[in-house]
């Protein structure tokens, strides 16, 4: 697992704590890797919390994990966490998601001055195909403080 200079696991912690609505955090959302070239990994636990009929992860829980790891993919090429606001997010269902934990792999495709545009794809557990894929755009509001 690679930190990014100046953004690492222990400092990503912090602004997952103070940054998010707290229905986010009661995801039990985990940074499981950051890297600096705009890249993150985070999870959650598939339990009945975020689950619908017949046990599947229900997508409000996903998309909002996708949408976080996002944030922290573009926070991990940036050096730090910087303001910003998703401007736009498509997510597309591929089939049920279930497994222990609900895992997005995300990257940055590209990093502005303005905007920034990434993708993830979410999963039952890390290295299984995707069960849905995201792709965002992001406001780039300021810089790193």
């Avoid at 934990?101 to 990257?107: G, I, K, L, P």
Wanted: neutral net charge.
């Amino acid at each position: 697992m690679a930190d990014a200079v100046g953004f690492d696991l222990d400092a990503a912690r912090r602004p997952l704590a103070e940054n998010f609505a707290p229905w986010v955090i009661d995801l039990d959302i985990r940074i499981d890797s950051l890297d600096p070239e705009g890249a993150a990994v985070l999870s959650i636990p598939a339990g009945t919390k975020i689950a619908r009929v017949g046990g599947i992860v229900c997508g409000q829980a996903t998309m909002a994990l996708a949408d976080t790891a996002m944030v922290f993919a573009i926070s991990a090429a940036s050096g730090g966490c910087r303001p910003m606001t998703t401007v736009g997010q498509t997510t597309t269902f591929l089939r049920a998601m279930g497994g222990p934990r609900v895992v997005a792999s995300a990257r940055v495709l590209k990093l502005g001055k303005t905007l920034a545009f990434g993708e993830v794809a979410l999963s039952g557990r890390a290295g299984d195909a995707p069960c849905a894929t995201v792709s965002s755009t992001y406001a780039i509001l300021g810089p790193v403080p």
